[in-house]
């Protein structure tokens, strides 16, 4: 059970690709070493959106790409951190942030994911490392390690709940077995 102070990180889709992506060595360790934290700590926190992107770069990008079951299996384990749906609020929240920043939508809409979750950072390479977006932070998962960030926050989830531990414990085997552990 996380703590009610204890910030979720919003999970772009790019980290999810790269601990697939046997092509980025470094980048999928890395990635790996991330998600292994966000699973273990239970604050790892995706988008429909994020795991939409995931699937179809991951089978039609990605070289050597996944077969559509295995992506659709990791879409699936993934789904245990229940995803943030892209609902009126999100949306609203993503043209706020757009037109503050001028970040493209897509980025706006990660963002506005972010913040309508509670999520106190974003995990992403497609952003500014370190920016202040909302009051969510963005960390590139290649700058930094899960040891560097506070993990403390103020902020709170608007009406969405974490993922429960089963399902968390069910699916951190499936990405274990991903990562080559036992």
């Known amino acids: 059970m996380t703590n009610s102070t204890t910030a979720p990180v919003f999970v772009d889709s790019n980290v999810l690709i ?3 992506d046997s092509a980025a ?3 999928q360790a890395q990635a790996a070493d991330w998600m292994a ?3 273990r700590s239970h604050r790892g926190r ?13 089978t039609q990008k990605l070289r050597p790409g996944l077969d ?5 299996g990791d879409v699936r384990a993934l789904s245990a951190l229940q995803p943030i749906p892209l609902d009126e609020q999100v949306f609203n929240e993503a043209w706020h942030i757009q037109d503050r920043y001028g970040l493209s939508f897509r980025d706006a809409l990660i ?3 972010a ?3 509670g999520c106190g950072y974003v995990l992403s390479e497609d952003l500014q490392d370190g920016q202040d977006l909302a009051g969510v932070r963005v960390v590139s998962p290649f700058l930094h390690r899960p040891s560097d960030i506070s993990w403390r926050s103020q902020r709170h989830a608007l009406g969405r709940t974490a993922p429960s531990r089963s399902a968390l414990v069910a699916t951190t085997a499936r990405w274990k077995s991903v990562r080559g552990k036992s």
């Not at 995706?46 to 991951?58: D, I």
């Open 18 to 20: 790269y601990v697939r």
């Open 111 to 113: 963002v506005g994911a």
């Open 37 to 39: 934290e966000l699973w």
């Open 68 to 72: 559509r079951e295995t992506a659709r």
């Open 46 to 58: 995706p988008s429909s959106q994020a795991l939409s992107e995931f699937y179809v770069n991951a």
């Open 25 to 27: 060595a470094d980048k």
């Open 115 to 117: 913040c309508v979750c």
